[in-house]
T-cell receptor
Framework: SAVISQKPSRDICQRGTSLTIQCQVD?????MFWYRQQPGQSLTLIATANQGSEATYESGFVIDKFPISRPNLTFSTLTVSNMSPEDSSIYLC???????????FGPGTRLTVT | GEDVEQSLFLSVREGDSSVINCTYT??????LYWYKQEPGAGLQLLTY?????DMKQDQRLTVLLNKKDKHLSLRIADTQTGDSAIYFCAESIGSARQLTFGSGTQLTVLP
C-alpha cells in the first residue's frame, strides 16, 4: 500500500483568501485524485491530477477555483481560491498505481472558512 | 447514470455480525470498494471486489456481490466496538479509476 501525507492537516482561513494543500506519496503512482467531503456528507471527486498536463475536472468544479499541479509522480497540490464558508470541507487526495485497482486516501485536510 | 446508495445507520450488539448493504445503478461497474472512516480520520481501504466475482473473504470481512441485482454487501463477523465507524461503498466504472461513493453507513456497536 502507499503511504500518503497531506499538509496542512487542518486550517482556519478567512473569506477571500486562498489555501494550497500538498499531497505527498512515498512511491511513484500513476493516478492521483482530489476529493472533497463536506460536513456530514460523502466524498465527491473534484479532479484527476495528471502528471505533466492540466488536471481533468468533474462537473461543477473549475480550474480557476481549484487549480491543481502535479509536477511529478509523487506529489500534487490543490489550491482552494477565493474561499467562502461554503468551501469548508475535508479535502482528500487519493492515489492508485497503474497495475493495481487499490485506491488509497491521504488523511485529509480539514478546512474551515470564516 | 452513476448512483450508489446505502442505508444511513446500523446498530449491532458487540459479538454479533454486521451486514452493511449497498446498491448501485451502473451495470458497467468494474470494481466495488469498501472503505472505513473513523471520526476525524481519513478513509481506510478495507477490501474491494472485481465485478466478475461473487464473493471475497478476508479475515472477519466477507463481501458479497449480486451483479444481477446490483447489490453489494459487507459482512463483519464478531463485531467489536472498534468497528464503530462510517462505512462507504464506492464503484469505479469501466476503465476509469475515479470512484463514485455512496452516502456512507454509520455503524454503531453497542456493548
Amino acid at each position: 500500500s502507499a503511504v500518503i501525507s497531506q499538509k496542512p492537516s487542518r486550517d482556519i482561513c478567512q473569506r477571500g483568501t486562498s489555501l494550497t494543500i500538498q499531497c505527498q506519496v512515498d512511491s511513484q503512482v500513476t493516478m492521483m485524485f482530489w476529493y472533497r467531503q463536506q460536513p456530514g456528507q460523502s466524498l465527491t471527486l473534484i479532479a484527476t491530477a495528471n502528471q505533466g498536463s492540466e488536471a481533468t475536472y468533474e462537473s461543477g468544479f473549475v480550474i480557476d477555483k481549484f487549480p491543481i499541479s502535479r509536477p511529478n509522480l509523487t506529489f500534487s497540490t490543490l489550491t482552494v481560491s477565493n474561499m467562502s464558508p461554503e468551501d469548508s470541507s475535508i479535502y482528500l487526495c487519493s492515489v492508485q498505481s497503474g497495475t493495481s485497482y487499490e485506491q488509497y486516501f491521504g488523511p485529509g485536510t480539514r478546512l474551515t472558512v470564516t | 447514470g452513476e448512483d450508489v446508495e446505502q442505508s444511513l445507520f446500523l446498530s449491532v450488539r458487540e459479538g454479533d455480525s454486521s451486514v452493511i448493504n449497498c446498491t448501485y445503478t451502473d451495470s458497467s461497474s468494474t470494481y466495488l470498494y469498501w472503505y472505513k472512516q473513523e471520526p476525524g480520520a481519513g478513509l481506510q481501504l478495507l477490501t474491494y471486489i472485481f465485478s466478475n466475482m461473487d464473493m471475497k473473504q478476508d479475515q472477519r470481512l466477507t463481501v458479497l456481490l449480486n451483479k444481477k441485482d446490483k447489490h453489494l454487501s459487507l459482512r463483519i463477523a464478531d463485531t467489536q466496538t472498534g468497528d464503530s465507524a462510517i462505512y462507504f461503498c464506492a464503484e469505479s466504472i469501466g476503465s476509469a479509476r475515479q470512484l463514485t461513493f455512496g452516502s456512507g453507513t454509520q455503524l454503531t456497536v453497542l456493548p
